[in-house]
Every structure is written in structure tokens, then in C-alpha cells.
């Protein structure tokens, strides 16, 4: 169980500032970067990211049709499109997720992804790493690690327009996840 429940803007935006340096000192000017949001935690983050590295190559990622548990979890009403800002393939692509832990979401953005190309590389950046990987899958860059286990769930809350009421909580699951 992690020591709290609670995480305020200024330890997220450490977080994001922590995330872009470790991008920017592996990446530097590269051209043919894309940074990719996970629809739809990720979106936020990756526009966080792309600001703080000036970046113009930001899209967003869908993967709804290729989740694993589309018979339970059906496609969610605030659907949003993938939109990639140029062809992936020979490109490197950053995708961006707010919170890593099984590592399905991931597999899913890869299927997503490589529907539209080839890329050069793909590398992955997670704003929190909570451990519990269930797939041979590790972030490239983390910007906090906050292990939980299946009992709890981490909920981040991004502002868009007033980064200030950031928040991340962490919270006793609805029910276990196998």
C-alpha cells in the first residue's frame, strides 16, 4: 500500500518535468518524434509533455477496438478518434499514458499503432508506474513510481485549463482485477 492516498499538483508537475527531461535528453531535436496520448489518460499528459519539449508532433491514440475486454467494457461514450500528426512510419513514437499497471492498455496501443505503420522505434512514458505488470512490458520513461496492488486503483485528475487543481488519488478498487 503506498504511504498516501493523495498527490498534489506540484508532485505531479515534478512528475512531468521528470518525464520530458528524460525524453528530451534521449531524444534532444529529433525531427521524426511523435508523442502519442493513450485516449484518454494519456491525451493530457502527452500535451503536457509536448509543451514542456516543444514538440508539434502530438496525436492521440484510440484503442478501444482492440481492448481485450471490449464484451465487458464496451466502447465509452466520450470516444475519441486516433489522430496521428504524420505518417509513423520511420518515425520514432513516444505513447503516453497517465498510469501504467497490467500493461493491456499497452499492448492494445501497440495493435493501435502498428495499424498505421511502421515505426523506426516506439518507446513508452507513464506519468505513474504502479507496478503489477502482468505482460512482458516496461516504460522507457516514469515520471513517479506508486506501487499498488489489485485492491486499489489510481485515479489521476488532470486540469487542462487550470494545471493547479491537478490531483491524483488512490482509492480501494470496486472490485479486484485478475
Known sequence: MPVANFLP???????????????????????????????????????????????????????SFHRDDIGRNPIP????????????????????????????TVKAALDELFDHGRPHAVELAVLIDRGGRRLPIQPDHV?????????????????????ANDRVRIEPARTARR
Not at 521528470?18 to 521524426?32: D, N, P, Q, Y
Not at 461514450?77 to 493491456?104: C, H, M, Q, W, Y
Not at 499498488?148 to 489510481?154: I, K, S, W
Request: charged residues 20%.
Open 77 to 104: 461514450k466520450e470516444f475519441v478518434p486516433t489522430v496521428i500528426p504524420l505518417d509513423v512510419n520511420g518515425a520514432t513514437v513516444v505513447l503516453v499514458d497517465d498510469v501504467l499497471f497490467s500493461g493491456r
Open 9 to 63: 499538483a506540484a508532485e505531479i508537475h515534478s512528475a512531468l518535468d521528470r518525464l520530458a527531461h528524460s525524453i528530451a535528453k534521449r531524444h534532444g531535436s529529433a525531427t521524426r518524434l511523435v508523442l502519442l496520448g493513450i485516449a484518454n489518460g494519456g491525451i493530457t499528459v502527452a500535451r503536457r509533455l509536448a509543451a514542456r519539449l516543444g514538440c508539434r508532433n502530438v496525436g492521440i491514440l484510440d484503442i
Open 143 to 163: 515520471g513517479l513510481h506508486l506501487p499498488t496492488d489489485d485492491t486499489h486503483t489510481v485515479v489521476v485528475a488532470l486540469d487542462a485549463a487550470h494545471p
